[in-house]
Structure formats: C-alpha cells, structure tokens
Nanobody, 114 residues
Framework: QVQLEESGGGLVQPGGSLRLSCAAS????????VGWYRQTPVYDRELVAT???????DYAASVRGRFTISRDNAKQTVYLQMNSLKPEDTAVYYC????????WGQGTQVTVSS
C-alpha cells in the first residue's frame, strides 16, 4: 500500500516556480515533523526543509528565502512551494516524517533547465 505519494514536479526554466505536494496514508504525518528531501545521482539525499506539527518551518541554507514548506494536517499533506528555481535545484524530491519507520515514496522529479 502507498504510504507517501509525492507529486507536482516537472520541467521549469530558471527563475520559475513549482509547488510540490506530498500526501500520506492514514495518520502518518500526525504529530510528526515532516521533511522534504532531494537527491541527485551525484549527491546523497539532502534535507531541504522541515515543518513541525504546529507549522514551524526550517530550511537548508541553499533554499532559504526561495522555498516555503507548509502542511494541512486534516489532509495529511505537506507542500513545498519553490520559487526562483535554479539549475542546481534539479533533483528527485521526497517527503518523509522524521523519526518514523516508513518507506520512502517514489519521489517527484524537478528539472530546472532552459
């Protein structure tokens, strides 16, 4: 059964925007900090943003000021609004509750290229 499902990726030009969504099965996000990660063929999976159950966000320096994480607890969904995208943001993006033993989703590909 699918537990985490990411969507919203695509091809966008530098400077463009995308909004990613991550839907969780059941109550997988309830009470947990949720993170957005990204991975490229070259680098290990990188944590780019987190959000607490109460909505307090935190960001990696590489995305601060450009990305915004949010969540809808009723819908068990977390979002990542990505603005001013750069080619170096190209990656597969994943979400996952932190500290919870669950599988990774399939991810969603974000490609920033002219």
């Amino acid at each position: 059964q699918v537990q985490l499902e990411e969507s919203g990726g695509g091809l966008v030009q530098p400077g463009g925007s995308l909004r990613l969504s991550c839907a969780a099965s059941g109550t997988l996000f309830s009470g947990n900090v949720v993170g957005w990660y990204r991975q490229t063929p070259v680098y290990d999976r990188e944590l780019v943003a987190t959000i607490t159950n109460r909505g307090t966000p935190d960001y990696a320096a590489s995305v601060r000021g450009r990305f915004t994480i949010s969540r809808d607890n009723a819908k068990q969904t977390v979002y990542l609004q990505m603005n001013s995208l750069k080619p170096e943001d190209t990656a597969v993006y994943y979400c996952r509750p932190i500290g919870v033993n669950t599988s990774w989703g399939q991810g969603t590909q974000v490609t920033v290229s002219s």
